[in-house]
């Protein structure tokens, strides 16, 4: 392999030049205690931080990127840390997925603004691993990601907790009167316990397992406890390794193909994924060009052909992210899904997939069962289409009771969150466990940012008839810590005047998940009819991101990014005159 030259760093056209303006670059890194020594010749890193004080998943990060600097310093190469936004999943509102498109910016500006030979990124929180990786695809720049880590097991009085699925099932406990307010203090400060993202299969460790996946950490990262000790060496690899990625110019466009994807989906269909995936990945996958491009044809697809093996909750029944990591981690899940994967598929070690796996075991079969002892005989999500959504739905069936594989029932419908949340509290409700929630005007226009909406509380009346599961449709997303009959991403979204936009409480909806449809038993003639007399509902924003987001996101089906964002909506962007 050829190595870069030091006058081929990127950095360079900054400090290299006997002119003016490099005089000025250099003086002012020299105000800040540098000497040339520190930059001449090496790659300037930059190690992009998500931390903050509100961000919960990223506690730890004062300490790691000190961690990664010490990588970076030991390779030769020049550490500087860029504070990137923090996306809190728990605290901002009204969604974060509102604002991983503003991240995906806040990257690719930074990277390509500043003189940046390559990047660490950290991140592990739900949105902060595809914001970070859709700006840095976007910047071109070699980089490495970082994961976070999951945090401990939850305990209260001996009993094991998760990170959200454990939230659902005593909240309902709660609401039917089983337990007192003081247990459930009990739960809320025994849940969360040290640093790290959700330790169940939620959306944050679907992403950082998916980056694993795809080739963009180093191998075994993303199954790290956040507190254990191999994390710190994990972080201080990672700087290391960048360094060595800027002199082989290992950028994404020569590390990833679309076989970098195929092996992500086969890993997310594995592991129990957040249905949450779906929309990440498609984005990712677009951002690293069309010949990388994914969609959800592809993940039913993969559904058919790989079980699901990691038995973590909420597909599984007991096990966390702890446990998974003790059975082998990633690298031991996926030295069972060889025979699934494209081995050949490069990484960021500059090594394939393949040799990655050398030498990878596993070492609890319940926890990482074999492919003939799975926990679901197909993958974890399955597609569905139909009339009520033209290009796609999403539903978790390993993570749902397979009664509700096949039924038809009626549809009983809230136009916003509100109504709904009151109507299922209200003990009189009309309803029965035959009956189908609909949530809608909750999509990536209409929520706004398509919050976690979509596993709608089983209505009071049912829970204390001991009800725990029915089907709920929505065109918002859910937690991936969450679990139930949920229909998820129903594209259109009805506040675009998509077909759940037409549904009557009353009217019958089939759902048939082992022929992937789902049709709302409605004729076209009065279909018809309905959409002549429906309304656009008023526009969320009048200014700012909000406005820009409602006119440029895309919908759930192609990933939700910006079509200004995307890697086809115009030509490359070159690098930045420096005059």
Known sequence: MTKKTCEELRSARWFAPDDVRSFGHRSRVMQLGYGPEDWEGKPVIAILNTWSDIGTCHGHFKQRVEDVKRGVLQAGGFPLELPALSLSE??????????????????????????????????????????????????????????????????????????????????????????????????EGGIARSHGHCMTMGTASTMTGIAEAIG??????????????????????????????????????????????????????????????????????????????????????????????????????????????????????????????????????????????????????????????????????????????????????????????????????????????????????????????????????????MPEWGMLPIPLKLVKQGVKDMLRISDARMSGTSYGACILHVAPEAYIGGPLALVKTGDLITVNVPARSIHLEVSDDELALRRAAWMPPPRRFERGYGWMSARHIQQADTGCDFDFLETSFGAPIGEPDIY
């Open 216 to 449: 963009l950490t180093l191998p075994g990262a993303s199954s790290i406890p956040a507190v254990d000790s191999n994390h710190i060496r994990m972080a201080t690899k990672c700087g290391r390794r960048i360094v060595g990625m800027v002199w082989e110019d290992l950028t994404p466009a020569k590390l990833l193909s679309r076989a970098s994807f195929e092996n992500a989906i086969t890993v997310a269909m594995a592991m129990g994924c957040s249905t949450n995936a779906i929309i990440h990945l498609v984005a990712m996958s677009r951002r690293a060009g069309e010949h990388c491009a994914v969609g959800l044809n592809d993940f039913d697809a993969a559904s058919r052909k790989v079980p699901v093996i990691a038995n973590i909750r909420p597909s599984g029944d007991s096990y966390l992210m702890e446990d998974f990591y003790y059975a082998g981690g990633m690298l031991g899940m996926m030295s069972v899904l060889k025979d699934h994967l494209k081995l050949d598929a490069l990484t960021v070690t500059g090594q394939s997939l393949g040799e990655n796996l050398v030498g990878a075991e596993v070492y609890n079969h319940d926890v990482i069962r074999p492919l003939d002892n799975p926990i679901y005989a197909e993958g974890a999500l399955a597609v569905l289409r139909g009339n009520l959504a033209p290009d796609g739905c999403v539903i978790k069936p390993s993570a749902c009771a397979p009664r509700y594989f096949q039924h038809t029932g009626p549809a009983l419908v809230f136009d916003d969150y509100p109504s709904m949340k009151a109507a299922v509290e209200d003990e009189n409700l009309d309803v029965t466990a035959d009956h189908i929630l609909i949530l809608r005007n909750a999509g990536p226009q209409g929520g706004p940012g």
């Open 90 to 187: 728990s605290l901002v509102k009204p969604t974060t997925m509102l604002y991983r498109n503003m991240l995906a910016m806040d990257v690719e500006e930074l990277l390509r603004s500043h003189p940046i030979d390559g990047a660490v990124l950290m991140g592990g929180c739900d949105k902060t691993t595809p914001g970070l990786v859709l700006g840095a695809l976007s910047a071109g720049v070699p980089f490495i990601y970082m994961p976070a880590g999951p945090m401990l097991r939850g305990n209260v009085k001996g009993k094991i907790l998760g990170s959200g699925s454990d939230t659902w099932k005593y909240w309902d406990e709660r609401r039917a009167g089983k337990i007192n307010k003081a247990q459930w203090l009990e739960v």
